[in-house]
């Protein structure tokens, strides 16, 4: 399928966004406006404007809405979380070629909240895998103490660990380690 720069750009925004959510006794990476507006403008997120507790609010609660898509197997079921938060977001489709970029399509409503900005146009990009069929690509890691949520791009859709490095590196040790204990018992 194909993804475009700002397709790329919008599945790391809402997989950074959904891993901000604070899983068993860690805090939440979103605790307070001035986290958030961080967390946008590291993201060069446009058209922004001055953030409230309104806005963090609103964030938290797409955020928990995009969360159960990554946690969802069933493509109907994920069509239909998509659609709420897309519906909820109301879009303005426009084509932009802003930054030097390609010509693309943007979704967010001019003047849009930041909630509705990242739902609308993150919402798309989710819309996009379920109807090329690629809606399993939306996963969270399969490490047992790690729950972070990633899109496998990988050719054969065989990614299952949210970074290799870590949490894949992680289980092959543990493996390892179990080998060489039953080979020395
Ligand atoms: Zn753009
Ligand atoms: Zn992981």
């Known amino acids: 399928m194909l993804i475009t720069h700002d397709t ?6 809402v997989v950074d966004l959904v891993n901000t959510t604070p899983e068993g006794d860690e805090t939440d990476g979103l605790p307070d406006v001035a986290a958030l507006d961080d967390f946008a403008r590291k993201r060069d997120l446009s058209d922004i404007g ?11 609660k797409i955020r928990g809405r995009f969360a159960a898509v990554f946690a969802e197997t069933d493509a109907r079921t994920a069509a239909g979380l998509i659609n709420e938060l897309v519906a909820a977001a109301g879009t303005t489709p ?17 003047g849009a909240s930041l909630a509705d900005h990242i739902a609308a146009d993150c919402g798309m990009a989710l819309a996009f895998f379920v109807v090329a069929g690629e809606q399993e ?4 890691c399969e490490a047992p103490d790690c729950r972070r949520a990633f899109v496998d791009l990988s050719r054969n859709r065989s990614r299952r660990y949210c970074d290799s490095r870590t949490c894949g590196n992680r289980l092959h040790v543990a493996a390892y380690r179990a080998r060489r204990k039953e080979a020395a018992g």
Do not use: I, K, N, Q
Request: charged share 30%.
């Open 137 to 140: 690509r939306l996963r969270r």
């Open 8 to 13: 790329r750009c919008a599945l790391d925004l």
């Open 50 to 60: 001055v953030l409230s507790e309104f806005d963090l609010s609103a964030v938290r």
């Open 94 to 110: 426009r084509l932009t070629d802003h930054d030097g970029y390609d010509w693309h399509v943007h979704y967010f409503a001019p």
